[in-house]
């Protein structure tokens, strides 16, 4: 396969390239570097550019005879989205429509696309099935969810097929600490847990430990950025084998609390983790974790790591890169 990868200069995107390569594909990255690093891209051209750019997406395709496509460039600030929301229109929605218009006019219909659980808004079901109803709850989630109705619409116009992987939350590093997650622009609970570890910003803010939980505190499921890299590879592998169009959950099936990721990076750091109970953040649903029934069945991917393997991987990538990419 040779695949063009957009946004392959961000955290996920870096890490399926890696992946990638690793199988021995060709792999061409597209990325504005509007969030993303170029250091972050291993063994594979860097194109610095923008999906929405039609011309430019064709003469990637035909220069590097790309096969099929990995869609992660999109913004993806819940509090941002809220904030400024043509931004997000404009860039996630907009710009997959300019750049699946390129993508077909390159005789490109295969597309792996970096959807998110949160499409779901707050699941009134947990585990969280394919079944849930798509509800909405900020312009990002919304942004999500109408790329992927647009891509099944030119399932029917334009035969494109795809598969949208709707993650849960991406956390981790790779194993040999060559590339992971830039803390400067995350405000998710494990990059800004190490920040705090590492005595690199004040203590973690837990938003909210009077919830209906064991320990009072939020369930998530953590999912390890290479397992997320690992199931990208096998629904492009689906796409190449001529399978139908689909969207797929793609999380461990387990929940863990703010207070056990804490406890779990107090345990692997070997440091206290300062932090301060404060009030519930709006929109926080108290539970989310995935039914990974349908990813295993479709793609016979599962997650291999959990908790311990994502915080000690995240550990080792933060504590020697205290300036991510910037180091
Ligand atoms: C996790 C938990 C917070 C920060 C994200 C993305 C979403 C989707 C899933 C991809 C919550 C708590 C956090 C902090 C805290 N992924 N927390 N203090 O909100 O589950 O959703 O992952 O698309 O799009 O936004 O992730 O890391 O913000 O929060 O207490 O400083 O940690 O309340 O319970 P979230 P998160």
Same mark, same amino acid.
């Given at each position: 396969?040779?695949?063009?990868?957009?946004?392959?200069?961000?955290?996920?995107?870096?890490?399926?390239?890696?992946?990638?390569?690793?199988?021995?594909?060709?792999?061409?990255?597209?990325?504005?570097?509007?969030?993303?690093?170029?250091?972050?891209?291993?063994?594979?051209?860097?194109?610095?550019?923008?999906?929405?750019?039609?011309?430019?997406?064709?003469?990637?395709?035909?220069?590097?005879?790309?096969?099929?496509?990995?869609?992660?460039?999109?913004?993806?600030?819940?509090?941002?989205?809220?904030?400024?929301? /043509?931004?997000?229109?404009?860039?996630?929605?907009?710009?997959?429509?300019?750049?699946?218009?390129?993508?077909?006019?390159?005789?490109?219909?295969?597309?792996?696309?970096? /959807?998110?659980?949160?499409?779901?808004?707050?699941?009134?079901?947990?585990?969280?099935?394919?079944?849930?109803?798509?509800?909405?709850? /900020?312009?990002?989630?919304?942004?999500?969810?109408?790329?992927?109705?647009?891509?099944?619409?030119?399932?029917?116009?334009?035969?494109?097929?795809?598969? /949208?992987?709707?993650?849960?939350?991406?956390?981790?590093?790779?194993?040999?600490?060559?590339?992971?997650?830039?803390?400067?622009?995350?405000?998710?609970?494990?990059?800004?847990?190490?920040?705090?570890?590492?005595?690199?910003?004040?203590?973690?803010?837990?938003?909210?430990?009077?919830?209906?939980?064991?320990?009072?505190?939020?369930?998530?499921?953590?999912?390890?950025?290479?397992?997320?890299?690992?199931?990208?590879?096998?629904?492009?592998?689906?796409?190449?084998?001529?399978?139908?169009?689909?969207?797929?959950?793609?999380?461990?099936?387990?929940?863990?609390?703010?207070?056990?990721?804490?406890?779990?990076?107090?345990?692997?750091?070997?440091?206290?983790?300062?932090?301060?109970?404060?009030?519930?953040?709006?929109?926080?649903?108290?539970?989310?974790?995935?039914?990974?029934?349908?990813?295993?069945?479709?793609?016979?991917?599962?997650?291999?790591?959990?908790?311990?393997?994502?915080?000690?991987?995240?550990?080792?990538?933060?504590?020697?890169?205290?300036?991510?990419?910037?180091?």
């Amino acid at each position: 396969m040779s695949v063009l990868v957009t946004g392959g200069a961000g955290y996920i995107g870096s890490h399926t390239v890696r992946h990638l390569r690793s199988l021995g594909h060709d792999v061409v990255v597209l990325d504005n570097l509007d969030m993303g690093f170029a250091g972050a891209v291993l063994d594979a051209p860097l194109i610095v550019g923008d999906v929405a750019d039609e011309a430019l997406v064709g003469r990637i395709c035909a220069e590097h005879g790309v096969t099929s496509a990995i869609h992660f460039a999109a913004h993806k600030n819940v509090g941002e989205s809220m904030a400024a929301p /043509s931004k997000y229109w404009h860039n996630n929605v907009d710009g997959t429509v300019h750049l699946v218009d390129a993508l077909l006019a390159a005789g490109v219909q295969d597309l792996v696309f970096s /959807s998110s659980c949160s499409v779901y808004g707050t699941p009134a079901i947990i585990p969280v099935t394919e079944a849930a109803p798509i509800q909405p709850e /900020s312009v990002y989630a919304e942004s999500k969810a109408t790329t992927e109705r647009i891509l099944r619409w030119y399932e029917q116009t334009h035969g494109l097929r795809s598969v /949208s992987l709707r993650y849960f939350n991406a956390a981790g590093a790779s194993a040999d600490s060559r590339i992971g997650e830039d803390w400067a622009e995350s405000l998710n609970l494990v990059p800004i847990a190490m920040k705090a570890t590492l005595g690199r910003r004040g203590p973690l803010l837990v938003f909210g430990d009077d919830y209906p939980t064991p320990d009072g505190t939020c369930i998530r499921d953590y999912i390890h950025v290479d397992d997320l890299a690992v199931a990208h590879v096998r629904a492009l592998d689906y796409l190449a084998e001529g399978k139908p169009s689909t969207a797929l959950n793609v999380g461990t099936g387990t929940g863990s609390s703010v207070m056990e990721v804490i406890a779990c990076t107090a345990r692997i750091s070997g440091l206290p983790v300062p932090y301060e109970i404060t009030p519930r953040r709006a929109g926080d649903p108290v539970s989310v974790y995935a039914d990974p029934t349908l990813v295993r069945e479709t793609l016979g991917w599962e997650a291999t790591m959990g908790l311990e393997e994502i915080i000690s991987s995240a550990y080792a990538w933060h504590s020697t890169h205290l300036e991510g990419y910037g180091d």
